[in-house]
């Protein structure tokens, strides 16, 4: 099986690359290594596969590592890009597609709309006509748990009523689900939805709440806590994540084409929710340091509190989140350390 993953560079697209080609899959990876963020980081990640920066700087050019040999290659290209992007997709010959590549951020969306646009909606739109033009067996696309907005019912199900997003991020994310699943409709191509839960690990992005603590506390500088500290997240460490993704990419999607059941939407979390407090005390432990907290109101676009009703995906493809939140923190810290030393 020949696989695409798209946002290769990123935080989770890193560590299912990593997943699959220790499965011995053949695996491609996109990514236009964006400044959203340092991409030092970025390029970090690509050397983990054995992709140096040199080769990975160049747009459309492919680069092999020497890491996984012909196992592994990258590739940086936009999927905004109408003309490359097809040609890519006649040239590669995949089988099925991982699209994790997106403008992430719900507080960058209320600065540079635009962005969003450009990436989250036409970029997904080139990847959907891709996979309807050359054969794709199926997608698998990161939706998130923002498409929930201010969602009263606990927990978040796949059932509830996601009609009112309160971030243009999360607007379109719920775009990319009705797009999947006009596609499904229309053109017969298995698609997957996930919703992620704020995933947090090793490698993971600066701009999320776990390093900007890390950091902060790290350098006896005060973090800012909003809604004065009385948030709830159902925080998911990235191995957890990135397994449940596999599974659903390489699993058989035969059983659904018999059964015209094309298009799926599951919840991909931790289940259950952390008390953002007890999340900065474990942080804390760790690095064996107090924080000073700066207690601020909630943040436009933000939510008081998020937990996943998984309960379909551990039916359809037994899975299991298996990693706590001490356990997660301690190898987070620790990479936080290690890397930033």
């Known amino acids: 099986m020949k696989i695409l993953v798209t946002g290769a560079a990123g935080f989770i697209g890193y560590h299912v690359c990593e997943m699959l080609l220790r499965d011995n899959f053949t695996v491609v990876g996109l990514d236009n290594i964006n400044d959203y963020y340092d991409?030092?980081?970025?390029?970090s990640r690509l050397k983990q596969l054995g992709i140096a920066k040199g080769d990975a700087e160049r747009f459309h050019v492919k680069a092999f590592g020497d890491r996984y040999g012909s196992k592994y290659s990258f590739v940086r290209?936009?999927?905004?890009?109408?003309?490359?992007?097809?040609?890519?997709?006649?040239?590669?010959?995949f089988d099925v597609v991982c699209n994790l590549a997106?403008?992430?951020?719900?507080?960058?969306?209320?600065?540079?709309?635009?962005?969003?646009?450009?990436?989250?909606?036409?970029?997904?739109l080139n990847l959907l006509e891709c996979c309807r033009h050359h054969a794709i067996k199926h997608l698998v696309y990161a939706s998130s748990s923002s498409v929930y907005g201010n969602n009263k019912k606990i927990?978040?199900?796949v059932a509830d009523n996601v009609d009112h997003p309160i971030s243009l991020y999360a607007a379109t994310k719920k775009s990319n689900e009705l797009m999947a699943h006009t596609y499904s409709h229309l053109f017969h191509i298995p698609t997957t939805g996930l919703r992620f839960f704020t995933v947090y690990g090793p490698w993971g992005r600066p701009d999320m709440a776990p390093f900007l603590f890390t950091d902060a506390i790290s350098k006896d500088q005060p973090?800012?806590?909003?809604?004065?500290?009385?948030?709830?997240?159902?925080?998911?460490?990235?191995?957890?994540?990135?397994?449940?993704?596999?599974?659903?990419l390489t699993s058989s999607v035969a059983e659904r084409k018999r059964n015209s059941d094309l298009y799926k939407l599951y919840n991909i979390g931790n289940n259950k929710a952390i008390k953002l407090l007890d999340f900065i005390h474990e942080i804390e432990n760790n690095l064996k340091k107090t924080a000073t907290k700066e207690m601020l109101p909630i943040q436009p676009g933000d939510v008081e509190k998020t937990w996943a009703d998984i309960?379909?995906?551990?039916?359809?493809?037994?899975?299991k989140p298996a990693t706590s939140i001490d356990s997660g923190v301690e190898q987070y810290v620790a990479w936080f350390k290690q890397f930033y030393n």
């Open 155 to 157: 927990p978040f199900s």
């Open 39 to 43: 991409v030092n980081l970025k390029y």
């Open 223 to 248: 973090i800012k806590v909003f809604n004065h500290g009385k948030m709830e997240r159902d925080f998911t460490f990235v191995t957890d994540i990135a397994e449940g993704v596999c599974k659903v």
């Open 77 to 93: 290209m936009n999927l905004e890009d109408r003309d490359a992007l097809p040609k890519f997709f006649m040239e590669e010959k």
């Open 311 to 319: 309960d379909t995906l551990v039916a359809d493809y037994e899975y």
């Open 102 to 124: 997106a403008q992430a951020g719900v507080r960058y969306s209320l600065e540079e709309p635009n962005i969003y646009i450009d990436s989250n909606i036409v970029g997904f």
